[in-house]
């Protein structure tokens, strides 16, 4: 892409606006593991964006191939998912 292309940031943006969205709730007091888990569904909203849309309505999320962008965002939203799901677990009483 040369720098005269306009570069579509809809898609980039839903992303950015979930993960504001998960840390403005948790910084509002919502518990950590639900904040987390909006930030991790909003990468993974953003992985599914990715795979469906073209490379040029993609936007600021093509950065690699198609693939490898939408396991990179799959792979950190499931993260953030499980991770704030394993936070509810009580492993032993303190």
């Given at each position: 892409?040369?720098?005269?292309?306009?570069?579509?940031?809809?898609?980039?943006?839903?992303?950015?606006?979930?993960?504001?969205?998960?840390?403005?709730?948790?910084?509002?007091?919502?518990?950590?593991?639900?904040?987390?888990?909006?930030?991790?569904?909003?990468?993974?909203?953003?992985?599914?964006?990715?795979?469906?849309v073209?490379?040029?309505?993609?936007?600021?999320?093509?950065?690699?191939?198609r693939?490898?962008?939408?396991?990179?965002l799959?792979?950190?939203?499931?993260?953030?998912?499980?991770?704030?799901?394993?936070?509810?677990?009580?492993?032993?009483?303190?």
């Open positions: 892409m040369t720098t005269s292309e306009s570069t579509a940031w809809g898609p980039w943006l839903l992303v950015a606006a979930g993960a504001a969205a998960g840390l403005g709730a948790i910084g509002l007091g919502v518990p950590a593991p639900a904040g987390g888990a909006i930030m991790g569904f909003g990468f993974l909203f953003g992985s599914l964006i990715r795979v469906t073209s490379d040029r309505r993609a936007g600021a999320l093509a950065v690699r191939g693939r490898m962008d939408a396991l990179t799959a792979a950190f939203g499931a993260a953030l998912v499980i991770g704030s799901l394993l936070m509810l677990l009580r492993l032993h009483d303190s």
